[in-house]
């Protein structure tokens, strides 16, 4: 104990601190449950199991936490239950890699040990302080089931690894008091912390009072002695709880990332927030005033259920990082099950983490562009090409020559006649997703232009697939996509969440294809559409569409006849993870 508390102190010396905690309210706490014989598929060949997507062994995770970069080394924190495949006994686990794909699993890096974490260590974030020594703030639940943020440390530098961490003797570092009026049952899930112009750090912290979510900023010379500013960095009436908020800045022009202290004219700022209420990841663009230290979103910008998402799917409790090696800001996001809680603890396992993506500011300045990372085309292996192939009225054409259930797809299509795309109704104009499961299911809807995309794991009898969409309407005087990912097929398991996901995509279809990704990954689907304009992550669990019996295919469902410009897929190998 001596040891380690010396070795606190003198890191202490270099300024450290950070603290942080999440509740995530999707997280339902379910009573234990006894264990029940796995079905032989569950035992020996566990279908759903992802090969190239972030995931343990067993168990339950959640959201992404402290993600970094040390020494070469790629860190990865995340929530996870070493006791059971549901919510509960949460921990912070701790895996490392040179690439972002390939991952070593460690020892838990921060688990229940003082009072102010004893009944759990919640969400958090990584900050590198100056001489390159990272601190993690992270939220933590004390005796009272009070939200507390606390402080932990490496309690060795010179490990790349840092595989053993040190928690502050002074925790909670931020904590409710009767004096600063926080809500003790919604104060989670502090930030990476930057550096003002006065020298001194700040952090937002996720808060709500009544229906108004806040960030609580607070601020601090040395790490460790934390004062809560005296008004929030940002607030927006009826949105609900801000968890997981995420706050950094963006450069205006290309594609490369900047630290989270940069500040001035060639930045714009990105406030992301989840959304209890919904289980959404929100977002907006705007202006840091350092000044004033208040966040000011763009003229025009939606706070809300209907803002800017980066996921229209099955994505939450994101956190970026930046990437100094690469220079570019990385963002990570928890995708949760769609299948039923009895069914998770038969597999044994819930929850898996996104494939990271780059994010970077569109060239209009209006929203953020989101790519997979570059080196997960290290796995591709089996490269197909279609060229210049016409899908005509209610035609499909199977993509032969990869591995179906295991596979990256990339294709992009023309649209030459716009006569019959249909007007886009104004009580659709907000709300994507009840369009798309109106008008954008494959195989049961016939459109103008469109529905057109690719029908992915895929049944050989077509009694199971999901469908990745496009269908233009008319909006007024311009033209929109509306983007669809439907599961409504997905599965004869009727036990399993088969919502349809949509989000309109803004699209000049007289000069640009309409360009559509896909990573298939067996229970996982996420696409990218326009370049990385819309993306929407389904999880699915079919029944039929298993091993062998899986296909792959293009299709066209509109009465309007569409050109597969290019069509590229490669099969995925399988990466080496925990």
Same mark, same amino acid.
């Given at each position: 104990?001596?040891?380690?508390?010396?070795?606190?102190?003198?890191?202490?010396?270099?300024?450290?601190?950070?603290?942080?905690?999440?509740?995530?309210?999707?997280?339902?706490?379910?009573?234990?449950?006894?264990?029940?014989?796995?079905?032989?598929?569950?035992?020996?060949?566990?279908?759903?199991?992802?090969?190239?997507?972030?995931?343990?062994?067993?168990?339950?995770?959640?959201?992404?936490?402290?993600?970094?970069?040390?020494?070469?080394?790629?860190?990865?924190?995340?929530?996870?239950?070493?006791?059971?495949?549901?919510?509960?006994?949460?921990?912070?686990?701790? =895996?490392?890699?040179?690439?972002?794909?390939?991952?070593?699993?460690?020892?838990?890096?921060?688990?229940?040990?003082?009072?102010?974490?004893?009944?759990?260590?919640?969400?958090? =974030?990584?900050?590198?302080?100056?001489?390159?020594?990272?601190?993690?703030?992270?939220?933590?639940?004390?005796?009272?089931?009070?939200?507390?943020?606390?402080?932990?440390?490496?309690?060795?530098?010179?490990?790349?690894?840092?595989?053993?961490?040190?928690?502050?003797?002074?925790?909670?570092?931020?904590?409710?008091?009767?004096?600063?009026?926080?809500?003790?049952?919604?104060?989670?899930?502090?930030?990476?912390?930057?550096?003002?112009?006065?020298?001194?750090?700040?952090?937002?912290?996720?808060?709500?009072?009544?229906?108004?979510?806040?960030?609580?900023?607070?601020?601090?010379?040395?790490?460790?002695?934390?004062?809560?500013?005296?008004?929030?960095?940002?607030?927006?009436?009826?949105?609900?709880?801000?968890?997981?908020?995420?706050?950094?800045?963006?450069?205006?022009?290309?594609?490369?990332?900047?630290?989270?202290?940069?500040?001035?004219?060639?930045?714009?700022?990105?406030?992301?927030?989840?959304?209890?209420?919904?289980?959404?990841?929100?977002?907006?663009?705007?202006?840091?005033?350092?000044?004033?230290?208040?966040?000011?979103?763009?003229?025009?910008?939606?706070?809300?259920?209907?803002?800017?998402?980066?996921?229209?799917?099955?994505?939450?409790?994101?956190?970026?990082?930046?990437?100094?090696?690469?220079?570019?800001?990385?963002?990570?996001?928890?995708?949760?099950?769609?299948?039923?809680?009895?069914?998770?603890?038969?597999?044994?396992?819930?929850?898996?983490?996104?494939?990271?993506?780059?994010?970077?500011?569109?060239? =209009?300045?209006?929203?953020?562009?989101?790519?997979?990372? *570059?080196?997960?085309?290290?796995?591709?292996?089996?490269?197909?090409?279609?060229?210049?192939?016409?899908?005509?009225?209610?035609?499909?054409?199977?993509?032969?020559?990869?591995?179906? @259930?295991?596979?990256?797809?990339?294709?992009?299509?023309?649209?030459?006649?716009?006569?019959?795309?249909?007007?886009?109704?104004?009580?659709?104009?907000?709300?994507?997703?009840?369009?798309?499961?109106?008008?954008?299911?494959?195989?049961?809807?016939?459109?103008?232009?469109?529905?057109?995309?690719?029908?992915?794991?895929?049944?050989?009898?077509?009694?199971?697939?999901?469908?990745?969409?496009?269908?233009?309407?008319?909006?007024? @005087?311009?033209?929109?996509?509306?983007?669809?990912?439907?599961?409504?097929?997905? @599965?004869?398991?009727?036990?399993?969440?088969?919502?349809?996901?949509?989000?309109?995509?803004?699209?000049?279809?007289?000069?640009?294809?309409? @360009?559509?990704?896909?990573?298939?990954?067996?229970?996982?689907? *996420?696409?990218?559409?326009?370049?990385?304009?819309?993306?929407?992550?389904?999880?699915?669990?079919?029944?039929?569409?298993?091993?062998?019996?899986?296909?792959?295919?293009?299709?066209?469902?509109?009465?309007?006849?569409?050109?597969?410009?290019?069509?590229?897929?490669?099969?995925?190998?399988?990466?080496?993870?925990?």
């Amino acid at each position: 104990m001596a040891s380690i508390s010396l070795c606190f102190i003198s890191f202490l010396c270099f300024l450290f601190g950070h603290g942080v905690f999440q509740l995530q309210a999707s997280h339902h706490v379910h009573k234990p449950q006894t264990s029940t014989s796995l079905p032989y598929h569950y035992h020996h060949r566990q279908p759903y199991r992802t090969s190239y997507h972030f995931q343990p062994p067993k168990n339950w995770i959640n959201d992404p936490n402290g993600p970094m970069i040390y020494k070469g080394i790629y860190h990865l924190f995340y929530q996870y239950n070493p006791k059971g495949a549901v919510w509960g006994n949460i921990v912070w686990a701790h =895996s490392t890699s040179t690439d972002l794909i390939n991952w070593e699993p460690h020892d838990h890096a921060i688990f229940p040990s003082q009072p102010s974490d004893i009944n759990g260590c919640w969400s958090g =974030s990584a900050t590198i302080l100056p001489g390159e020594k990272p601190a993690i703030l992270y939220t933590g639940i004390n005796p009272k089931n009070q939200q507390v943020q606390n402080l932990a440390v490496p309690k060795n530098l010179s490990d790349p690894y840092l595989r053993e961490w040190v928690k502050s003797p002074k925790n909670p570092l931020m904590a409710p008091t009767p004096q600063n009026q926080i809500n003790a049952s919604s104060f989670r899930d502090p930030t990476t912390a930057w550096l003002g112009p006065n020298g001194e750090w700040r952090v937002i912290v996720g808060n709500k009072v009544h229906t108004r979510g806040l960030a609580l900023m607070f601020q601090s010379k040395d790490f460790i002695k934390w004062d809560q500013v005296d008004h929030p960095l940002h607030y927006a009436d009826g949105s609900g709880m801000w968890e997981c908020p995420d706050f950094y800045p963006v450069a205006k022009t290309g594609r490369r990332g900047v630290d989270t202290t940069v500040n001035g004219k060639n930045v714009k700022h990105v406030l992301k927030v989840s959304l209890d209420d919904t289980r959404h990841d929100v977002y907006t663009i705007g202006t840091y005033d350092v000044e004033k230290d208040i966040y000011v979103p763009n003229k025009g910008s939606i706070e809300g259920y209907s803002g800017l998402r980066y996921d229209y799917g099955k994505y939450y409790a994101s956190k970026t990082f930046y990437d100094g090696q690469k220079k570019r800001r990385v963002l990570w996001g928890w995708v949760n099950e769609s299948s039923s809680v009895e069914d998770d603890i038969k597999k044994g396992w819930s929850g898996i983490q996104g494939i990271p993506r780059t994010i970077w500011l569109d060239a =209009s300045g209006k929203q953020l562009i989101q790519w997979p990372i *570059e080196e997960i085309q290290k796995l591709r292996k089996n490269k197909v090409t279609l060229t210049n192939k016409v899908l005509k009225k209610g035609s499909t054409i199977e993509v032969k020559g990869v591995t179906p @259930s295991q596979a990256d797809v990339e294709v992009s299509f023309k649209v030459k006649n716009l006569k019959k795309a249909q007007i886009l109704k104004p009580q659709y104009w907000e709300n994507p997703q009840v369009l798309c499961s109106q008008k954008g299911r494959a195989a049961t809807t016939k459109g103008g232009v469109g529905p057109f995309g690719l029908l992915v794991l895929a049944s050989n009898d077509f009694k199971e697939y999901t469908s990745v969409s496009f269908t233009i309407f008319k909006k007024q @005087s311009k033209y929109v996509a509306l983007m669809c990912s439907d599961q409504s097929r997905s @599965s004869l398991n009727p036990t399993n969440d088969k919502t349809t996901y949509g989000a309109f995509l803004d699209v000049d279809v007289d000069s640009e294809d309409l @360009s559509l990704r896909s990573l298939i990954d067996h229970s996982v689907v *996420e696409s990218f559409g326009l370049k990385g304009k819309g993306c929407i992550t389904a999880r699915v669990y079919p029944t039929l569409a298993i091993g062998d019996n899986v296909g792959l295919y293009a299709f066209n469902n509109g009465t309007e006849s569409v050109t597969i410009t290019k069509l590229t897929a490669w099969s995925m190998k399988k990466a080496r993870i925990n």
